[in-house]
């Protein structure tokens, strides 16, 4: 069957980036900006990370956006989401200054707008944990607009994470794809590869490759954005 969508990952994939040095400058942005509000800067971390590990755990009955909330309130109280505003506000300013902890690379927007030259649909399949705020505040980041992808994952319209294969399956379902019709470029030898347990092939971006259990890797075409744009080109 003939391929006609690319899927790609966002951070660390078309975002570079240090995994651990951003989320440490992200918490930290949002600890300064909340604490004012009442927010214990170690209990409010505490609360995203089991806010997190509640939508990475989410079996499809609710939204991510659901899951967390109901997590993060259990532990900070109802209070907590008359407090939404607060949260989306840090979104839209204190949290740009996390474009400090990111890297760039050109081709990053060369391979997604090489792909659409080339008659791919583009979807952005990154891990729907943020809001569309600070998702789309990443995709510009990275030199691109929201608008260059078909479909952008997000925490408010998705109902699993990776590295659960059902996150893809809800994917093709949405766009009504077949499995054998999609490429997902992705960094992540769990994550990404998931996508694999799902039918999908998968191109590995190796420029900031993370490999926590040590896979195989050689079985799956990958490499630098050049050889994801020869691999494209074929």
């Not at 943020?130 to 980041?141: D, G, L, N, Q, Y």
Request: glycine share 6%; proline share 6%; hydrophobic share 40%.
């Amino acid at each position: 069957m003939k391929r006609t969508t690319v899927l790609f990952d966002l951070d660390g994939t078309l975002l570079p980036m240090d995994q651990d040095a951003f989320t440490k400058g992200y918490f930290r942005l949002l600890a300064e900006t909340m604490a004012p509000h009442g927010y214990d800067p170690k209990k409010l971390v505490e609360a995203v990370w089991a806010g997190t590990a509640a939508m990475v755990k989410n079996d499809g009955s609710r939204t991510n956006e659901a899951a967390f909330w109901e997590t993060f309130a259990g532990l900070f109280g109802e209070r907590s989401l008359a407090d939404l505003p607060l949260f989306e506000a840090f979104y839209r300013q204190e949290f740009q200054e996390a474009k400090a902890f990111c890297g760039f690379h050109p081709q990053a927007a060369e391979a997604v707008k090489r792909a659409k030259a080339l008659g791919f649909r583009t979807v952005l399949a990154t891990n729907p944990i943020f809001p569309a705020v600070a998702t789309e505040s990443r995709v510009r980041w990275a030199g691109l607009q929201p608008e260059d992808f078909a479909l952008i994952t997000t925490y408010e319209d998705t109902r699993h994470c990776k590295p659960n294969p059902d996150y893809y399956r809800d994917i093709l379902e949405r766009l009504r794809l077949s499995p054998e019709e999609c490429l997902m470029v992705g960094n992540d030898a769990t994550e990404d590869l998931a996508a694999a347990s799902a039918g999908l092939e998968v191109f590995l971006l190796t420029d900031c490759l993370i490999n926590r259990e040590g896979k195989d890797l050689t079985p799956y075409p990958h490499g630098g954005f050049e050889e994801l744009l020869a691999y494209l080109e074929r």
